[in-house]
């Protein structure tokens, strides 16, 4: 998991979301579903409970935020970005200058 870095963590929720957006938009959409998708419309066909569709949806959105902190931590690593470019973010605004 990427390291929250004593910084607010709007501010890491916020990089999170943003990042999603980004890749989300130059993701192609496939024309059909996959047989992992297919599975799932099955076993959901009928109407759940509201607590079940509920839970499920906890775990769905639990699963990708994991995956997203997978993916900022390896950018991190990737491109060496330590606490102090952090704290530097979140202190400074470009108008602020």
């Not at 963590?9 to 996959?34: G, Q, R």
């Not at 992992?36 to 959105?61: C, G, H, S, T, Y």
Request: proline fraction near 6%; hydrophobic fraction near 40%; include cysteine.
């Amino acid at each position: 998991m990427a390291p929250f870095f004593n910084v607010p963590v709007t501010y890491h929720i916020w990089n999170k979301f943003w990042l999603y957006l980004c890749m989300s938009a130059n993701v192609e959409m496939p024309a059909s579903l996959n047989e992992q998708q297919i599975l799932m419309l099955r076993l959901l066909k009928n109407p759940l409970p509201n607590e079940d569709f509920q839970q499920i949806r906890r775990l769905a959105v639990k699963l990708l935020s994991r995956q997203i902190d997978e993916l900022t931590g390896d950018w991190e690593n990737k491109n060496d970005i330590t606490p102090e470019q952090y704290d530097k973010l979140a202190k400074g605004h470009f108008r602020s200058k």
